[in-house]
């Protein structure tokens, strides 16, 4: 079994000893130093896989330590103890490249939990890099993509808080993810919400849980988000949307590491890496009052940018052979391959929804296409008409094998159409004896079309 190695660095001897007793009982080797020369001599000739240090020294600041190994030594994660309370000093820390901060007086189990996180970090290279290689989004060859997966892997390796910004559509829940998969957190859970989807009444319950009784409707105690991402990542989407009442809340959350259930007196301590993100520009909601400075700043400690489509057209063909083959084993079909036009075709569109766009022409196309090749008609792409002629035909051959259906009152539109298409399938099927060729050629569609729909609607 290997022994891990911490170099702890303060100049208060009843600090070191805490520290020392304190990682020692959990089996870790350590080395003391009371100041930052002591604390570089010691980092020449030994490799230590943790370093804490005391913000305050006598010949200089942790951020300084934190500087010199990120250069010389950046597979070492460093924690800051900082002074209680000073959230400044803590948020400098983690722009610098500490993985993560200690507030004085150490809690030790919060000064434990800390330590196993970062030496989840010292694994061997190759663990790390099958995370890294886990399929996705975050596929392609181009400088900007390349420069998003160095960014993600750096990341990962920190406890700070990273703000998403990017387009709807391009993947910003999947960089959160990756990020989380490579960390020190990778074996907890990944929760993810769309802020804007939570009406305002209910947000505080959804995040912070509540206790039964609580409240009119409350008939069992709920845990809410924060908890149930507790030794994990909580990913926050369109943070923008939050009300400023909730803003507040979330802020103070942050800020004291607990929350409060609705109807409880006490907060519950919680543990976890926070990620968000949001199509919108922050900074001006803050100007204009929309979204807290406050918040902001503390959400907004490191911030990444995810490139739209249209900036790296070099990897549509990868992205897009990648969805095809997600698709076809989905719906288990054979796979459709893209013909030299419709790659074309892609490659000249400008994508305005982004990778979710390109997900949606395909899976079209795919349900079209014959022959599995789909080529640039297929794609209905800026051409309404041929879009729209065929889904009136297919929609003219179902209304023809199923024509009685008629709705009368308040409808819910989606589940009426899958009704209609789902009686209009088996009719179909029953006259053709269950020969899915004939019955796709009685309904007007594709084999292909067929079989996504029979899987679409869970009639296998």
Same mark, same amino acid.
Request: charge should be negative; charged fraction near 25%.
């Given at each position: 079994?290997?022994? @891990? ?9 009843d600090i070191r000893d805490l520290l020392e007793i304190t990682l020692t009982r959990m089996g870790i080797k350590t080395l003391t130093a009371p100041d930052l020369t002591s604390a570089l001599k010691l980092l020449e000739s030994h ?9 305050? &020294?006598? /010949? ?7 500087? =010199?190994?990120?250069? @010389?030594?950046p597979a070492t994660p460093v924690a800051v103890i900082t002074a209680y309370g000073n959230m400044d000093t803590a948020i400098e820390s983690l722009k610098a490249g500490a993985f993560d901060f200690v507030s004085k007086p150490v ?13 989840? &970090? ?5 663990? +790390?890099?099958?995370?890294?290689? +886990? ?10 993509? #390349? ?18 910004? %990017? ?5 910003? +829940? ?8 490579? %960390? ?21 319950? !959804?995040?912070?849980? @509540? ?5 009119? %409707? ?17 990913? $926050? /989407?369109?943070? *923008? ?8 809340? $979330? ?23 926070? &990620? ?18 406050? &918040? ?8 990444? *940018? ?7 057209? /070099? ?6 052979? @990648?969805?095809?083959e997600r698709i076809a084993r989905e719906y288990e079909c054979d796979p459709a391959v893209l013909n030299a036009d419709a790659v074309e075709r892609l490659k000249e569109h400008d994508f305005p929804g982004n990778v979710r766009e390109? !997900? ?30 065929? +889904?009136?035909?297919?929609? *003219? ?10 709705? !009368? ?18 009719? *179909?099927?029953?006259?053709?004896? =269950?020969? #899915?060729?004939?019955?796709?050629? #009685?309904? %007007? ?8 729909? $029979?899987?679409? $609607?869970?009639?296998?």
């Open positions: 079994m290997t022994t @891990h190695t911490a170099l702890i660095v303060d100049d208060e001897p490799n230590p896989q943790l370093c804490l240090t005391d913000m305050n &020294l006598p /010949d200089g600041n942790g951020i300084e330590l934190v500087q =010199w190994i990120q250069q @010389h030594r809690e030790l189990n919060r000064l434990r939990e800390l330590v196993n996180s970062a030496l989840k &970090l010292a694994q061997p290279e190759s663990q +790390e890099e099958s995370a890294t290689d +886990e399929p996705g989004l975050l596929l392609g060859n181009s400088v900007q993509i #390349k420069k998003l997966r160095n960014q993600t892997r750096k990341l990962a390796r920190s406890q700070a808080p990273v703000f998403i910004n %990017g387009e709807s559509g391009s993947g910003k +829940e999947l960089v959160a993810r990756m990020i989380h998969l490579q %960390g020190p957190r990778r074996d907890g859970p990944f929760i993810a919400v769309n802020c804007g989807a939570i009406p305002s009444e209910l947000m505080e319950s !959804e995040f912070f849980g @509540h206790k039964k009784g609580s409240f009119t %409707g409350a008939v069992d105690n709920k845990e809410g988000l924060f908890r149930s991402a507790d030794g994990g990542t909580l990913f $926050l /989407d369109e943070v *923008a949307d939050l009300p400023l009442a909730m803003q507040v809340k $979330l802020l103070r959350a942050i800020q004291e590491k607990a929350v409060r259930p609705v109807g409880d007196t006490k907060e519950i301590p919680v543990d976890i890496r926070l &990620l968000s993100a949001t199509h919108k520009n922050l900074a001006e909601l803050v100007q204009g009052g929309g979204f807290r400075q406050d &918040l902001f700043y503390r959400i907004n400690v490191i911030e990444l *940018a995810v490139p739209p489509l249209r900036d790296r057209k /070099d990897d549509i063909e990868l992205l897009a052979n @990648h969805i095809l390109l !997900e949606n022409i395909l899976e079209r196309a795919f349900t079209l296409c014959d022959a599995d090749r789909i080529s640039a008609a297929d794609l209905h792409m800026g051409n309404g008409m041929a879009s729209g002629g065929s +889904e009136v035909a297919s929609g *003219a051959a179902i209304s023809d094998a199923c024509p009685t259906l008629v709705p !009368e009152g308040d409808i819910d539109l989606e589940g009426y159409l899958e009704s209609i298409e789902r009686q209009a399938i088996e009719k *179909a099927l029953e006259a053709t004896r =269950w020969n #899915k060729t004939a019955a796709a050629k #009685k309904l %007007g569609i594709s084999f292909r079309a067929l079989r996504y729909r $029979l899987k679409k $609607l869970g009639m296998e």
